[in-house]
């Protein structure tokens, strides 16, 4: 159980398009969806918070109007990369948390590998 | 000061050795204390799952928390080449709070 899934695993655009990660949690509902993000050999950086039906919340730093979050059900999250370009490319990766008795847990995804030409 | 400190190794061990892997932390308001494995270019896979200071197993692996210390353990019996990844170490301070992570330690398990 606890499974959350990422499409696509990859993918390569051209600058200056945008490009939109799915992230599902397939056998349970998730309180708050999490985005990611990852550059080679360091840890993770959070991007975002989100819940469903309401605004995501960004990081400091994190541009709200490049990356775009969309949380349009308790299984589904959506993160836009608008116009793209190469400092963007990085490996993206989405969390659904699910409450476990008195506390959080969360679960990952397999990650989005994007590569901006 | 990063709030949880974490070696990068990479940590080498012979297959069947005991591997051990640790964190410390700065804030004693963290409470509840988790360890992910990722492997490369995949996302992290939760291990462990501790609230409480002491000891829980499962398998092979044992997790060990000192609050009173602020350090947390990982520790995998009878290693496998298939254990090599790079193991997080992450935290939260409540229910429903972020998740603060460790840098991760870079394990390999030479056959």
């Known amino acids: 159980g606890a499974v959350v899934s990422q499409h696509p695993s990859w993918v390569i655009c051209k600058s200056g398009t945008s490009v939109k990660i799915e992230c599902r949690s397939l056998d349970f509902q998730a309180t708050t969806m999490f985005w990611y993000r990852q550059f080679p050999k360091q840890s993770l950086m959070l991007m975002a918070t989100s819940n469903e039906g309401s605004k995501a919340t960004y990081e400091q730093g994190v541009e709200k109007d490049k990356f775009l979050i969309n949380h349009a059900s308790l299984t589904l999250s959506t993160l836009t990369v608008t116009s793209a370009h190469p400092e963007d490319s990085s490996f993206y990766i989405c969390s659904a948390r699910t409450r476990v008795t008195r506390s959080d847990t969360q679960y990952f995804g397999p990650g989005t590998r994007l590569t901006v030409l | 000061q990063k709030e949880v400190e974490q070696d990068p190794g990479p940590l080498s061990v012979p297959e069947g050795a005991i591997v051990s892997l640790n964190c410390t932390y700065s804030?004693?308001?963290?409470?509840?204390f988790m360890w992910y494995r990722q492997y490369s270019r995949k996302g992290p896979e939760l291990l462990m799952y501790t609230y409480s200071s002491g000891n829980k197993e499962d398998g092979r692996f044992t997790a060990q928390v000192d609050k009173s210390s602020k350090y947390i353990s990982l520790f995998i019996r009878d290693s496998q080449p298939s254990d090599s990844a790079t193991y997080l170490c992450a935290m939260i301070k409540a229910a429903g709070n972020k998740l603060t992570f460790g840098g991760g330690t870079r394990v390999l398990v030479k056959p």
């Open positions: 804030n004693s308001a963290f409470q509840y």
